[in-house]
């Protein structure tokens, strides 16, 4: 009797306070909760920020800067967490990237088109012309792990309003769905493609440049390297290299010893993109001393990945040579970054005195730069013509926002009309 008694209270105890009312208690708790999670998220992001990130005093807009590299870290934060907790895919940076509001021209036709399962997005002149139109194939930024063909749509819009072209933008398949080599194929096969079918969008083929930035101005320099014997495809006019990651062998050059903590591509994070594509993580600091290289790989291509081929001005101190020892079990997991493909800039004089003329867009503060200054001497050297522009206070990255009004630099928009002008020069 006294146990049904102690059941009856229990119950009756808990029907009085579990009532519908009360359901709005529990509504209230992820109310509070989520707003809490996201405003930690914001200090961890926010302390991260000021304790890590190097912010050079010249550059302009140091503010701005740090505002939207704080957003930067905020994005990848969320995401990493969001991940771990099984709530959403490693994409959650790329559907926010897909989420871009992209802008409409009534002087250009826009068509999303497929080939094969590579997506691309086509822009054309809607003027009607008694010729055909210059072409331009574009390689977007990434690392292999961002980018999108909205986040590059204002982009590709200005040049093609610019110049008068047609312009190509491809979108390769990213990590983690795909690594290092997947991405070279998809724009590879994107561009031999519109190279047979120029024709079909009124390219003239003796006038194809082909562009990109960072991460796509490696898949410029490979494809140039690659299409130089296939006579079976239109001649390349010219190529342009906006800030290109050309190698990830010598990460001991000048740049990265001066600058560790750069905001939005540090040394760290690039790093992280390149194991990501190269699907390891337990080389990473073989890499950065430099012991997965082979000695004798050293020898061979000390005169391209030295920093003694970077003029002295871009150098504040000495950097001698020191004898590192040879990792064999980091060089087997890191032995794809030694093809030509993945790291342009040990390609074969041969192929170098081949290639059709340059334009090379470097900035001060980016951690791609001095590729951008061996490739320079490296092309040079070979007799290829070279137009090479340095931007004094640009950063990785800067030119996307070029348009972004509130968010823009006057970096961005001199890099933009520095490519711009470039291609209007072309004879």
């Known amino acids: 009797m006294r146990a049904r008694s102690s059941l009856h209270k229990f119950l009756s105890w808990f029907s009085s306070v579990w009532r519908p009312q009360s359901m709005g208690v529990l509504w209230l708790v992820p109310l509070v909760v989520l707003p809490t999670f996201l405003l930690g998220v914001v200090v961890w992001v926010v302390f991260e920020h000021f304790l890590t990130a190097d912010i050079p005093a010249t550059l302009q807009h140091r503010a701005k800067l740090r505002f939207l590299h704080c957003v930067f870290l905020y994005v990848i934060t969320l995401g990493n967490i969001l991940e771990k907790l099984g709530i959403c895919s490693p994409k959650f940076f790329h559907f926010l990237e897909d989420c871009t509001i992209i802008k409409k021209d009534p002087k250009l036709v826009v068509t999303n088109l497929h080939f094969g399962i ?3 997005r086509l822009f054309q002149p809607k003027a009607v012309s008694s010729s055909l139109w210059q072409g331009i194939i574009f390689y977007y930024v990434g690392g292999g792990a961002l980018g999108s063909l909205d986040c590059y749509h204002s982009l590709c819009w200005f040049l093609a309003q610019e110049t008068d072209s047609v312009v190509l933008s491809v979108r390769f398949h990213l990590y983690p ?3 290092v080599s997947d991405i070279f194929l998809d724009c590879f096969n994107a561009s031999v493609h519109f190279l ?11 006038w194809v440049i082909v ?4 991460f796509g101005g490696r898949c410029v320099a490979s494809i140039t390297q690659t299409l130089v014997d296939r006579w079976d495809l239109p001649w390349i006019r010219a190529q342009v290299l906006i800030c290109p990651f050309l190698q990830g062998i010598n990460l001991q050059l000048p740049f990265f010893r001066q600058y560790q903590n750069l905001t939005v591509l540090s040394p760290k994070f690039m790093l992280t993109c390149m194991c990501n594509c190269l699907l390891t993580d337990l080389s990473r600091d ?12 050293c020898t061979k291509y000390r005169k391209w990945l030295s920093p003694n081929h970077i003029p002295k001005r871009f150098k504040k101190t000495g950097y001698p040579m020191v004898p590192i020892p040879f990792n064999e079990a980091a060089y087997l997991e890191t032995q794809v970054l030694f093809e030509v ?22 900035c001060e503060y980016d951690i791609l730069r001095d590729d951008t200054l061996l490739y320079k001497k490296q092309l040079e050297e070979q007799g290829v013509p070279v137009t090479w522009y340095h931007v004094e206070d640009g950063f990785h990255g800067s030119i996307i926002l070029f348009d972004k009004k509130l968010f823009s630099f006057p970096c961005s928009l001199e890099m933009v009309n520095a490519v711009v002008g470039y291609i209007k020069g072309i004879e």
């Open 286 to 297: 073989a890499i950065v001393r430099g012991e997965f290289i082979p000695p004798e790989f």
């Open 177 to 179: 769905d795909h690594h």
């Open 211 to 214: 562009c990109g930035e960072s």
């Open 196 to 206: 047979k079918t120029l024709k079909t969008y009124g390219v003239d083929p003796s």
């Open 118 to 120: 590579i997506p691309m």
């Open 341 to 362: 493909g993945n790291s342009p800039l040990i390609v074969d004089d041969e192929t170098i005195a081949k290639l059709p003329e340059a334009f090379l867009l470097s």
